[in-house]
């Protein structure tokens, strides 16, 4: 900004002592010290409180992002809880028209629609209940009585019969 040399300052003062005189030059000194040092103080005071604002403002945008941050996790969680919710209905709803659908296909004797169209192209949920569930399409091996559980036919033991079922 301001760079004297010491050539330059050495002209100031003699124009200051001229102008000035011998007896007012050292008061004029010290009052242009005192200035500059208020001037300094200021500017620095000034300067401090800038800073001090702009690590505020950092702050007050740090806050408000948090609250929004939270404000986005609660949504977040109401989202996937109303996600969750929506998919247990839904699986609900499917199991329910599963079931009426065996209830009719048994009561009329027809195929299981899903074995007769394109596997690639079914539902893979409908694939997977039809083929595990039992019923019409897919029912449970019956057992005869006189088979035991691995499916050996075994004569049933009349020994542990008790004596009222004993003719």
Partial sequence: ????????????????????????L?????TLG????????SFNNIKRE??????????????????IMEKFKDTKTQVTESIESIKSETESIKDDLNLDKELSMSDSGEENPNQATD????????????NSAP???????????????TGNSEKP??????DSEKP
């Fill in 135 to 149: 019923g019409p399409s897919n029912p449970a091996p019956e057992q005869h009585p006189a088979q035991n559980e």
């Fill in 1 to 24: 900004m301001f760079d004297p040399s010491f050539f330059e300052l050495i002209i100031i003062c003699v124009v200051a002592l001229l102008v000035l005189g011998p007896d007012r």
């Fill in 26 to 30: 050292p008061g004029a000194i010290k």
């Fill in 50 to 67: 800038i800073e001090q604002e702009v690590g505020a403002d950092e702050i007050r945008r740090q806050l408000r992002n948090e609250a």
């Fill in 119 to 130: 596997p690639a192209t079914s539902d893979p949920v409908e694939k997977l209940t039809s």
């Fill in 157 to 162: 033991d009349n020994s542990e019969q008790s």
């Fill in 34 to 41: 005192l200035w500059i040092g208020r001037m300094r103080r």
